[in-house]
């Protein structure tokens, strides 16, 4: 499967933004799919994860309250919608798909990464 994410831009502290990755192909409900960010030097890190048929996701402690994860099958598309933007949210976000679980995603296991999507918010 191949990922296209959109959406990035610099936006104030407090601001929102909402991510799209769409993805090609016909098995799009066959995945997992997730965010995840990168700043220079650091790890790439969890953001958010939402289960095949959308129903369950799961957050990283530090957007939890700030961020949604959603999909829509019919269009092969994930969002992700950030509110309440902190200027430690600036990073370079990742869509990504993975035919496990959440929790496995959550570990870094991912089959597929898409290009990333810078987001810079400012003070």
């Known amino acids: 499967v191949q990922l296209q994410a959109s959406g990035g831009g610099l936006v104030q502290a407090g601001g929102s933004l909402r991510l799209s990755c769409a993805a090609s192909g016909r098995t799009f409900t066959s995945y997992v799919m997730g965010w995840f960010r ?5 790890d790439r890190e969890f953001v958010a994860a939402v289960y095949r048929n959308g129903y369950i996701t799961a957050y990283a ?36 798909a993975d035919t496990g679980t959440i929790a496995t995603m959550k570990l870094g296991g991912v089959d597929y990464w898409g290009k990333g999507t810078q987001v810079t918010v400012s003070s």
């Open 61 to 96: 402690d530090s957007v939890k309250g700030r961020f949604t994860i959603s999909r829509d099958n019919a269009k092969n598309t994930v969002y992700l919608q950030m509110n309440s933007l902190k200027p430690e949210d600036t990073a370079i976000y990742y869509c990504a």
């Open 38 to 42: 990168q700043t220079p030097g650091k």
